[in-house]
């Protein structure tokens, strides 16, 4: 049966030590289209995505993807090395040789901190960099765990217009947030 | 078609015995035959042991202990063997049952083990003149009590159950290693210890009248030890299970 | 040349984090200088107890070597993305741990042969050690690894604790080893061993200790 969606999850529940965290939980995401995952603190919001990405393995429940799909995550945690500058940081993530990198990182007001250690930049531009990563990437679909916390307005503009602009070629986005995101997007609640 | 039926037939056996309550009431059942079975075995095997047996040629009385000291010792090692093959059994078909079964095994493994270091102390003092000595079994049966420890504070320090199960197995599985290293050690180096006096192959190099009651003790006190076993998973159902209908009916 | 790009960029990591790495190796160059201090104080032979001191603080050395190996990654966010972005998180674990015994346990391995002929003024015994300290270091650093890797989250105490038990049967053959060495006999046999030991755990170990990592971030 063809089908367009992206993913596909169906019935996901996930239980701690025998307590239940969600249950019944299904959505179909197509190409193109983007999903708000809205709830209360402790619902288990992070811990979706999560179940998505492929970490953590759903107590029930099954997940259907595309074949051969590629997507990036930013969860709370950034993934740079905080004792190594932003240069290295980009190095590492093999991001160097980027067309797009000069001006993303003269958009994001980054291109004079190049070679400051990340421990000493403050959580925005901490996230910023960590942005960085989501910005270059060319993925068929995004998945973002509370992606706008720390953003200033210009960062935050810039990357409701990256995401937008990536869903209008043909990507999925899957998001939580609980600052409102101006991306237009199906809501669903975990509560 | 014969071969889906079977499957689907095996799948649904596993299943059933897999689930801790058909595990909670067929153990229910066995366990007042087995504790005063075993009970019988090994206080007639110990009377016997004791009080009828010939005094050995080299050791005197004091070899006696041997009753205490050897199955303590083998029941040890056994349990350390089951416990990884539990624990293989958790990780390759994911049976919860089988984490419990692991779980509630360590902490009777490491009093087993004590009480065989113990006896094994007890015995030395007549025999080699000293009640401890750094030669290659001990050293193993003392690395294996503290495995075990290692074993139950590894389990106990995570709150995520699911987690501590799976990180339980990983040791258990590795920690295997130790056993054919305490069987062999004392082929390896020369030690204090004597080599095994019951080999698979060879004629057993102790008395008969002495090996009779080793066996029955043997038997009993791994009988015994499995009540004990059954005690600490069943502790493990209530613990684990207590939010399900079955256990709360139960209690 | 793109095979090595893991290589490298562990090796980046490390080099930059120097204290990660000249720590280790300052510590044992430190024990190694105290011992023969204290042997003034005591009447026993500089070459008697120099092998010991030097096995016993080459288990020390490796053990805080891998103090938190893999908990800066856990907690930057590093495993996680290592794990989404389908690379193998075995050869990954391989790969740190290599590095790890290139950068602390080659120098250590030849600063202990080194100050083995100051003991005991024998070039040759140094030249057997070598080998034996190299691998024994590489055997020590992946026991401590898996303990480190099962207590991730609560501490490298436990985890180390857990997995002394294991070294100590290294510590007998080194034993056996040195009084190989001494008599010069049996030597190769005892460098066989510890190299097949060590050549069946070095690929089976990282794959055990991704498995745990993965449970660590579920």
């Not at chain 2, 504070?153 to 130790?178: E, P, R, V």
């Not at chain 3, 011992?35 to 050395?61: G, H, M, Q, R, W």
């Amino acid at each position: 049966m063809e089908s367009s969606y992206l993913i596909e999850a169906r019935q996901l529940a996930y239980k701690i030590n025998e307590v239940k965290l969600f249950s019944n939980f299904s959505f179909t995401l197509k190409a193109g289209e983007a999903l708000h995952i809205k709830g209360s603190n402790g619902s288990g919001k992070t811990t979706l995505i999560r179940i998505l990405c492929g970490i953590t393995p759903a107590t029930k429940g099954e997940i259907l993807k595309k074949d051969d799909l590629v997507f990036t995550y930013l969860g709370h945690k950034n993934a740079l090395k905080t004792y190594l500058s932003i240069r290295d940081n980009i190095s590492l993530l093999g991001l160097s040789k980027n067309e797009d990198l000069k001006t993303l990182l003269t958009s994001l007001n980054l291109q004079n901190k190049l070679d400051v250690i990340i421990a000493n930049l403050s959580f925005g531009q901490q996230k910023k960099v960590a942005l960085l990563r989501i910005f270059l990437s060319n993925s068929d679909l995004i998945l973002l765990d509370e992606p706008f916390v720390g953003l200033d307005s210009a960062s935050h503009n810039l990357l409701c217009k990256f995401l937008e602009s990536r869903l209008n070629n043909g990507a999925g986005l899957i998001y939580t947030s609980h600052i409102s995101a101006g991306i237009a997007s199906k809501d669903i609640s975990i509560d | 078609m014969l071969r889906e039926i079977l499957i689907i037939v095996i799948k649904k056996f596993i299943h059933q015995f897999a689930s801790p309550k058909t595990y909670f009431y067929q153990v229910n059942r066995l366990y007042p035959w087995l504790l005063y079975i075993s009970l019988f075995i090994y206080l007639f095997a110990i009377i016997w042991g004791l009080l009828f047996t010939p005094k050995d040629f080299v050791q005197g009385h004091s070899y006696r202990i041997i009753y205490f000291h050897v199955p303590a010792s083998f029941v040890a090692q056994s349990l350390y063997a089951a416990m990884a093959i539990s624990s293989a059994v958790f990780l390759i078909w994911r049976v919860k049952l089988a984490a419990y079964l692991a779980r509630s095994i360590a902490p009777i493994g490491a009093m087993v083990t004590f009480i065989a270091l113990v006896s094994g102390s007890i015995w030395g003092i007549p025999t080699w003149g000293t009640w401890w000595e750094w030669d290659a079994r001990i050293t193993s049966t003392l690395i294996l009590f503290i495995m075990y420890l290692g074993l139950i504070s590894l389990h106990n320090s995570f709150n995520n159950f699911d987690k501590a199960d799976k990180l339980l197995a990983y040791l258990a599985i590795i920690g295997f290693i130790q056993i054919p290293i305490i069987k062999k050690s004392v082929d390896w180096w020369s030690s204090l210890h004597q080599p095994a006096s019951i080999t698979i192959s060879d004629k057993p190099s102790i008395d008969p009248s002495m090996l009779y009651p080793l066996f029955m003790s043997m038997i009993g006190f791994a009988g015994l030890v499995a009540c004990l076993v059954i005690l600490s998973s069943k502790v493990q159902i209530y613990i684990r299970e207590k939010n399900k209908s079955w256990v709360k009916d139960h209690v | 040349m793109k095979l090595l790009l893991p290589y490298t960029n562990e090796a980046l990591k490390l080099i930059k984090k120097t204290r990660a790495w000249i720590g280790p190796i300052l510590i044992f160059i430190l024990i190694m200088v105290a011992f023969p201090l204290t042997v003034e104080l005591s009447s026993t032979n500089l070459s008697d107890a120099f092998y010991p001191v030097l096995f016993i603080s080459i288990l020390l050395v490796m053990m805080l070597a891998t103090e938190d190996i893999f908990l800066e990654d856990y907690e930057d966010g590093s495993l996680e993305l290592l794990l989404i972005s389908n690379k193998s998180l075995s050869q990954w674990v391989f790969i740190k741990i290599f590095i790890h015994w290139l950068f602390i346990g080659v120098p250590i391995s030849l600063l202990g042969a080194f100050f083995n002929i100051g003991a005991n003024n024998d070039l040759n015994s140094s030249l057997m050690l070598l080998p034996a300290l190299g691998i024994s270091t590489y055997i020590f650093l992946i026991l401590f690894c898996f303990g480190n890797s099962l207590s991730l989250t609560k501490g490298s105490v436990l985890g180390t604790l857990i997995t002394l038990p294991l070294t100590l049967p290294i510590l007998v053959i080194l034993g056996k080893l040195t009084s190989a060495i001494i008599f010069n006999i049996n030597y190769f046999e005892f460098l066989i061993l510890l190299f097949g030991i060590l050549s069946i755990i070095i690929f089976a170990f990282p794959a055990i200790i991704s498995r745990i990592i993965k449970t660590h971030l579920e």
